[in-house]
C-alpha cells in the first residue's frame, strides 16, 4: 500500500512537471469547436453533452454564450476537462466544456453557431444538428441511463400514477412520482417539473425525506419511495396532457478498469449523473351537469356547513362573532365567502379566513372557516338566517345543497349611532402653542484672548500635516493596489458585485430571462472569483465548493451559493417564464447570500 501510494505520488509529480516545463504552449493557435456526444442522435428522454473545445489553452476569457435549448432540451449542469499532449517533442494542450442536456421531444433541432472569446480574439463554431428520436418512453421505464455507467433503462426509472384519470371538472385527483432503482443512488433532483395547463395544482409531499420501501414490479424487487406528490383540480373539460417531468439522479458505480481506480477513486467507485423522465399522464375531464344551484360552492364531492355564534344575547353596538365552517371532501378551497342576508341594521365586517386542506383517499377533503364580527345596531329579537350552499355529489352523480339552521340573537339596550354618526364635542384649548416674545435683550461681554489659545489656531496650524499623512496613506494605498493583483481584486470585489446585481435588476423586467440570470451569475461567481483570486471563467461547482470550506465558509453558505448558480444555470439554458416578482425575490436572495459570503471570507 505504502509502495502504491509512493508510485501515485511520484506519477503526479511527473505530470506537474511536464506541464511547468510546457508553460505557454508556443506555435500552437487557439481554435474552438462544438460537437455532440454521445451523437448527434439521442431517445426522447435520453441526455446528450454539447461539448466545446478549445485548443491551444486551458483558460477562458469568458464563459461560451451557448444558445437557448430550452424548446427541445432540458439543461442539466456543466463541468469543465483540461488535457495536454506531447507528440515528438510538440505540446498541445486544450479545454474542454461540457453541458449536460436531456431531450425532451421528438424531432429534428439545430443547435446555431455561437461565440467563445478565448487566447484574445472570438472564435464562431460551427452550427450542429441533433435528432430527438420518436421512441417513447413507455410507463416504467426510465428516460435513460446517461455518462459513464451504462445503467440500463429498467434498472432505473420514474413513474407518475395518478389516483384517477376520469374526473368531473373540479373534482380534485392526486398524483404520486415514485422512483424505482437496482442500482446505488446517492442523490437525485428535479431538472423540469412543467407547469400543468388548465388544472390548479397543490404540492402534498410529505415533509422529510422520502419513506424507502422494497415492492416487486414486473417480477423484480425494487428499492422505491414516493418522491413528489401533487393534487390537481381541473378547471375546465377535455382530454388533459400532463407532460413528464425530468430528474438528474447520481448513480455510484464500480469500475472494472484498475487503470481508473489506480488513479481514480481507491475505492473503486464513482458517481455518474443519469437523466431520467417520467411518463405522460392523460387525464379525462367531464363537464358537470346542467341545474346547478346557487350560490354554487364548487365542491365536487361532499359538503356540510355549520354556523355559530359566540353568545346569543348581546347589547346594541356590541360585537358578536358569527363562525362559519365549510368541510367536506373536495376542493374545499374554492368555497366562497357565505352570503349572510343580514337585516340592514347589522354592521358586517369583512371575514377572517382559515383553511386546510391534505389528501384524503383518490382527492382532497379539508376544512374552511369564516370568521365575521357583526354589530347590531337596534334591539329585539333578531335572527341570522340560514346559509346555504350547492355542490356536486359525485357519488351519487347529482347536486345536493348543504345548509345552516337560523340563529336567533337577543339584542338588549337602546338603538346606537349608526356607522356614520361621528360624536361632536367642543375644542378645549389645552395649552398655548407659541411661547410668548421676550421683551428684554441679553448684555454682551467682551473678552479678550490671545490668538493662540483658540482651537480654530491649532487646526488650521496642522492641516498641512495632516494633508501630507493624507497623502503618503493614498499613495501607498495605490502602490499595494498596483502591485498586488489578489489585494486589488479583493478591495473591489464587493463593490463590482453590487454593481453587477444593480445592472441584473435592470434586466428584471425584460421578457427574456436570460440576460438577467447571465448577469446575476456574473456577479456571485465575480465575487467568489475576485475574493479567492481565481479565473471567473470556467469555475467549476466542485472547485468551488474546495476553496471555499478551505477558506471557512460554512457549509450552508456554499450549498446556498452552488444552488444559486445552479438555479441562474438552468434558467439560462432553457428559461422557463419567470414572472418580474420571482425575479426580484432571487435578487434578495442572492443579496443575503452574497453578504453571507463577504462576512465569512472576511472573518
Known amino acids: 500500500m505504502t509502495r502504491m501510494r509512493a508510485l501515485r505520488s511520484g506519477l503526479l509529480a511527473c505530470a506537474m512537471a511536464v506541464a511547468a516545463f510546457a508553460g505557454p504552449v508556443s506555435g500552437q493557435g487557439v481554435g474552438v469547436r462544438a460537437y455532440l456526444s454521445p451523437g448527434n442522435t439521442v431517445a426522447v ?35 469543465t ?6 507528440v515528438n517533442g510538440q505540446t498541445s494542450v486544450s479545454l474542454t466544456v461540457q453541458y449536460r442536456f436531456q431531450a425532451l421531444r421528438e424531432g429534428t433541432f439545430e443547435i446555431p453557431a455561437f461565440e467563445v472569446a478565448a487566447g484574445g480574439a472570438m472564435h464562431t463554431t460551427e452550427p450542429l444538428t441533433v435528432m430527438i428520436s420518436s421512441t417513447p ?36 385527483f392526486v398524483v404520486e412520482y415514485r422512483i424505482w432503482t437496482l442500482v446505488d443512488v446517492s442523490s437525485f433532483n428535479f431538472t423540469r417539473v412543467p407547469e400543468p395547463q388548465g388544472f390548479w395544482v397543490e404540492d402534498v409531499t410529505p415533509a422529510g425525506q422520502p419513506q424507502v420501501e422494497q415492492l416487486t414490479r414486473n417480477g423484480r424487487s425494487y428499492t422505491t419511495a414516493v418522491i413528489r406528490r401533487v393534487a390537481l383540480v381541473p378547471s375546465g373539460p377535455g382530454e388533459k ?38 411518463n405522460p399522464l392523460t387525464v379525462s375531464v367531464a363537464p358537470l351537469p346542467p341545474g346547478r344551484p346557487e350560490p354554487f360552492s364548487g365542491v365536487v364531492g361532499r359538503l356540510t356547513i355549520t354556523a355559530t355564534i359566540d353568545r346569543d344575547s348581546v347589547d346594541a353596538n356590541e360585537a358578536v362573532t358569527l363562525t362559519v365552517r365549510a368541510s367536506g371532501e373536495g376542493n374545499i378551497r374554492a368555497v366562497p365567502a357565505p352570503v349572510l342576508g343580514l337585516p340592514p341594521d347589522f354592521e358586517v365586517f369583512p371575514p377572517e379566513i382559515s383553511e386546510s386542506v391534505e389528501p384524503f383517499g383518490p382527492g382532497l377533503s379539508g376544512e374552511k372557516t369564516f370568521e365575521y364580527v357583526l354589530i347590531p345596531r337596534a334591539p329585539g329579537n333578531r335572527e341570522i338566517p340560514a346559509i346555504t350552499m350547492g355542490y356536486f355529489d359525485e357519488r351519487a352523480g347529482a347536486y345536493r ?85 489578489a489585494y486589488a481584486r479583493g478591495r473591489r470585489a464587493s463593490r463590482v458585485a453590487k454593481k453587477r446585481l444593480a445592472e441584473a435588476r435592470l434586466l428584471a423586467a425584460g421578457t ?45 453558505t456554499v450549498a446556498e451559493v452552488r444552488a444559486c448558480l445552479e438555479h441562474c444555470d438552468r434558467q439560462r439554458f432553457a428559461p422557463l417564464g419567470i414572472d418580474p416578482h420571482e425575479k426580484e425575490r432571487f435578487l434578495d436572495r442572492v443579496g443575503d447570500v452574497m453578504t453571507a459570503l463577504d462576512k465569512a471570507i472576511r472573518r
Not at 476537462?81 to 506531447?86: A, F, K, L, R
Not at 402653542?433 to 488650521?460: N, V
Open 45 to 79: 428522454g435520453r441526455p446528450f453533452v454539447l461539448n466545446v473545445e478549445i485548443a491551444g489553452t486551458q483558460s477562458l476569457t469568458e464563459e461560451p454564450q451557448v444558445p437557448d435549448l430550452g424548446s427541445f432540451a432540458q439543461y442539466l449542469g456543466s463541468s
Open 81 to 86: 476537462q483540461s488535457s495536454m499532449q506531447m
Open 137 to 172: 418512453q413507455p410507463s416504467g421505464q426510465s428516460g435513460g441511463a446517461g455518462g459513464d455507467g451504462g445503467i440500463p433503462a429498467r434498472d432505473l426509472f420514474v413513474t407518475a400514477e395518478a389516483t384517477k384519470t376520469r374526473v368531473r371538472d373540479g373534482e380534485p
Open 241 to 278: 396532457t400532463l407532460d413528464p417531468v425530468a430528474l438528474e439522479v447520481q448513480v455510484r458505480v464500480r469500475r472494472s478498469d484498475p487503470f481508473g481506480d489506480f488513479f481514480g477513486n481507491p475505492f473503486g467507485a464513482s458517481v455518474v449523473p443519469t437523466a431520467i423522465l417520467s
Open 401 to 485: 345543497t348543504a345548509s345552516t339552521g337560523a340563529l336567533a340573537l337577543e339584542v338588549t339596550g337602546v338603538a346606537g349611532e349608526g356607522p356614520g354618526d361621528v360624536a361632536r364635542g367642543g375644542v378645549a384649548q389645552l395649552r398655548e402653542d407659541i411661547r410668548f416674545i421676550r421683551l428684554g435683550a441679553g448684555t454682551l461681554q467682551a473678552r479678550d484672548r490671545p490668538l493662540f489659545a483658540g482651537a480654530a489656531f491649532w487646526m488650521l496650524a496642522l492641516l498641512p500635516l495632516v494633508g501630507v499623512a493624507g497623502a503618503v496613506a493614498v499613495r501607498r494605498q495605490r502602490d499595494l493596489l498596483e502591485g498586488d493583483v
Open 512 to 556: 427574456d430571462a436570460r440576460p438577467f440570470y447571465a448577469e446575476v451569475a456574473r456577479a456571485l461567481r465575480g465575487l467568489v472569483a475576485d475574493r479567492l483570486n481565481l479565473a471567473e471563467a470556467g469555475l467549476q461547482s466542485t472547485e468551488l465548493d474546495q476553496r471555499l470550506g478551505a477558506r471557512g465558509v460554512p457549509e450552508g
